[in-house]
């Protein structure tokens, strides 16, 4: 029997330890079986840097996009503020690199351009009239405030700057922002969503930073139907999302194939739990995407799947985020990946989820 225990992790230790416990132990960096006489001299032959920090992608300013009038709403500004208070509190603050962005210059017209990558100029000009009109809504689920663009522009920064920096450095990044995006259309907003993050970021890797091919990953319970269309069209781009069926929005039958074949649907009937959602994960999601031989991966990294979430119908606990994370982790040859929120509204579930998979992208579990 051979168990996959990251090198550097006390779990490691504590195995070779207590070797009785033991016959081998694989390495899951280079694949390297290892036998226990031999954990003391024992180097990983992988060539992949070692993960020694993630970067995280924040800002207060996050929390300035607001339900109108003071009235509840599951996309809410403690999703974030939670979450980080969360962290800030957990053992794994000092793994944590806060990339800053916000203060950083950004030329509005490059901004714009890249924003424009994806979506219509119609939509953006609808965009900007309604919130200077005061609108409250962009559908029946979409709020808007007056700092309504000026957020969903920071969190294009966000999405950006992670890419990026996980492009340039060969490192993984997780971007703590809001709004969501993947419901977004190139065409319109919905589903708490008003700019489609992810794809924006996926397409400045195509366009600026010489990427061929991209792998997109979609754990958020909804179907990423927003990321679907933008990409369904465009054989540079895998796109897999993991997702409860029927249900919101409707879409991500796994019929839906796209009319390249690009797009992959891995549907869940209410109740599924975790041992279900990451057997999928391992033995159909990934091979898909790392087929692929993508230069850069994207993880839509919601956790309204999670058991506790008022919104989602599975049943999954954090731990299964530590599970997900390690397998995405070790798929690629490579840690340009970036994570990114989507949905997630039991907030102390999702800061212990998105805890979860940050020790995952570190390799640790403490
Ligand atoms: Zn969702």
């Known amino acids: 029997m051979f168990l996959f225990v990251p090198l550097s992790s006390p779990m490691f230790r504590l195995l070779k330890r207590n070797r009785i416990v033991l016959q081998s132990l694989k390495c899951y ?47 809410c500004p403690g999703r974030v503020t939670t979450t980080m208070r969360h962290l800030e509190s957990s053992p794994i603050f000092s793994s944590l690199q806060l990339l800053p962005f916000e203060d950083e210059p950004c030329d509005d017209t490059w901004l714009k351009k890249r924003i424009l990558s994806i979506h219509s100029v119609g939509y953006l000009e609808d965009l900007e009239r309604w919130i200077n009109q005061g609108a409250k809504s962009l559908d029946a689920d979409t709020y808007l405030c007056d700092k309504s663009l000026e957020v969903s522009r920071l969190a294009v920064r966000a999405w950006l700057k992670a890419t990026q920096y996980s492009f340039e450095y060969s490192q993984p990044s997780f971007v703590l922002a809001r709004p969501p995006g993947h419901h977004a259309t190139p065409f319109t ?59 919101y929005p409707m879409t991500g039958a796994p019929s839906e194939r796209g009319p390249l074949g690009n797009l992959l649907n891995i549907a869940f009937e209410a109740g599924a739990d975790g041992s279900e959602f990451v057997k999928r994960l391992e033995e159909e999601a990934i091979p898909f995407l790392s087929q692929h031989k993508p230069d850069i991966v994207f993880v839509s990294a919601g956790y309204d799947a999670l058991k506790m979430d008022p ?47 940050l020790h995952g992208i570190l390799h640790r579990c403490i």
């Open 29 to 75: 960096r280079c694949e390297l079986v290892v036998r226990p006489k031999n954990f003391s001299t024992f180097n990983c032959q992988s060539n992949l840097p070692s993960v020694e920090k993630v970067a995280v992608l924040y800002s207060d300013q996050f929390q300035l996009h607001q339900p109108p009038n003071g009235t509840r709403h599951p996309e």
């Open 189 to 247: 907003g919905m589903g708490f969503c008003i700019f489609s993050n992810l794809a924006i970021a996926a397409k400045y890797a195509m366009e600026e930073l010489g990427v061929s091919r991209v792998s997109i990953l979609d754990w958020d319970v909804h179907h990423g139907n927003g990321t679907a269309s933008c990409f369904q069209r465009d054989e540079r781009v895998r796109f897999v999302s993991l997702h409860q069926f029927p249900f």
């Open 311 to 357: 919104l989602g119908g599975l049943c999954l606990v954090p731990d299964d985020y530590f599970e997900m994370t390690r397998i995405v982790m070790s798929s690629f040859g490579h840690e340009r990946i970036v994570f990114g929120l989507e949905g997630g509204y039991h907030l102390e579930e999702t800061a212990k989820a998105i805890e979860k998979t």
